[in-house]
């Protein structure tokens, strides 16, 4: 083949070649296999999610020292039978309940410290506490930032519950029931009208003060001075030489055991209170109050915020206390029965609003729980009928006013007599 037939024959196949390649379809890909749609992760914020197998933990804040520590303990008993009630009846949904009990020793600072332990622990769903109106004031920002419900036995500064505060309760009656009463006690009943009045600067007593001294000045009466000492102060007699120099038939104090106890042994050696009576609030309805004052002690008066009391039940719980501290519950103080209730309370709204989910988790919603303690059918607890009003307020019952006789408290007056 000649050379130039054998070059054509070879650019003619290139070219076909190439427009082979060019004009060629490109082959078909492989469909992607999809993934799989994955399920959105459920949002759990504001819940606590409590895994199969652990417990219900509540926090509890006692005021185990501080100026009332037997009462503090015997507060934090009377949780702690309503605890062990609560699981011995099974639980909730199989799961215990557990108290995390920690020290708010009756103290502004101290509440805000364990206030920011239970915020800190995601497991607390909710606290029973603080003991005193001061401490509880100083849980009670803390809380309500983290959306904690908390439900106090003790605390009765009217301001500890308001419209403004969601998770804000208590089963212990307001002092603005107190300190009325306690006033119209001394002027209607004893016929005293020219009172000194005296507090502990305390968020507690100089509240109740407040409360007592405008009652008396709207019934017509006196109120001759209006003095504040110190939680820990231990000589009055300055301060009682100078209230006695007005003149009045009585003092009121307005705070807890130990001063109120020590003010009432040394009015009887000041001139001019020899004679006049004495009257202090709760905070001094106490053993503490007995021992401190002594023998000075007989013929004084304590006001006491009580409930209705159920008899059998009250009978069962302290049979239950007498055998797993080996002590009476009243030697301790008052407010273990509102204790057990407020812990109760608690419990039943758990019911309401705690589910488990298909892991076998007990979810509690933070929000839900917080409505469902103010709207829980009332139940019976140890101090009555327990049901909450819109801002909180628990508490059944009123006010009882008691005599020291023969050393011992012994009602003269108020709710549960004929």
């Known amino acids: 083949m000649p050379k130039q037939f054998a070059l054509l024959s070879l650019i003619l196949v290139a070219a076909l070649m190439l427009a082979a390649c060019v004009g ?6 492989a469909p992607a296999e999809e993934a799989p749609m994955e399920e959105a992760p459920a949002d759990m914020s504001g819940k606590v999610v409590i895994a199969s197998g652990a417990t219900i933990r509540i926090g509890g804040s006692f005021a185990l020292t501080g100026p ?3 009462p503090g303990l015997n507060i934090r008993h009377g949780a702690e039978i309503a605890i062990d009630d609560l699981n011995a009846a099974g639980g909730l949904e ?59 036995p003790s605390a009765t500064n009217p301001d500890i519950t308001s419209a403004d505060c969601d998770v804000c ?3 212990a009656l307001s002092d603005s029931l107190q300190g009325v009463f306690s006033a119209d006690f001394v002027v209607e009943d004893l ?33 001759s001075s209006f003095e504040g000492v110190q939680v820990g102060d231990t000589d009055f007699r300055a301060l009682l030489a100078k209230v006695g120099a007005d003149g009045p038939a009585g003092i009121y104090f307005g705070g807890y055991s130990t001063e109120a106890g020590l003010i009432a042994q040394q009015m009887s050696e000041t001139p001019g209170l020899e004679d006049a009576m004495f009257m202090s609030d709760d905070g001094a309805y106490t053993q503490q109050y007995l021992d401190a004052a002594g023998a000075a002690g007989e013929g004084t008066y304590v006001a006491f ?15 239950k206390y007498l055998e797993k501290y080996g002590v009476a519950a009243d030697e301790l103080g008052p407010f273990h029965a509102q204790s057990y209730d407020s812990v109760k309370l608690i419990a039943a ?47 059944a019952g009123g ?20």
Request: aromatic letters at 6%; a negative charge.
């Open 24 to 29: 060629a379809a490109p082959a078909a890909e």
């Open 68 to 70: 009332i520590p037997d």
């Open 94 to 152: 199989g799961f215990m309940f557990e108290l995390v009990a920690e020290d708010g020793a009756c103290d502004g600072t101290q509440g805000t410290n364990v206030g920011n332990k239970f915020a800190a622990d995601e497991t607390i769903v909710a606290v029973t506490g603080g003991t005193c109106s001061g401490e509880t004031f100083g849980l009670l920002p803390i809380l309500l930032e983290a959306r904690i419900p908390f439900v106090s």
């Open 169 to 171: 309760n208590r089963v």
């Open 191 to 223: 016929g005293i009208t020219k009172v000194a009045v005296i507090h502990d600067n305390s968020d507690y007593g100089k509240g109740l003060a407040e409360i007592f001294q405008n009652h008396i000045l709207a019934l017509g009466g006196e109120v």
């Open 305 to 319: 915020l009580a409930g209705d009391d159920s008899e059998e039940m009250n009978a069962d719980f302290d049979a």
């Open 349 to 395: 709204a758990l019911a309401e609003v705690a589910t488990v989910d298909d892991s076998g988790n007990l979810v509690v919603d933070r929000e839900a729980l917080i409505s469902a303690i103010r709207t829980v059918d009332a139940f019976d607890g140890l101090t009555g009928t327990i049901k909450c009003d819109s801002i909180g307020e628990c508490g």
């Open 399 to 418: 006010v009882q006013v008691f005599e020291v006789m023969d050393g011992a408290f012994s009602q003269v007056k108020g709710f549960g007599m004929e």
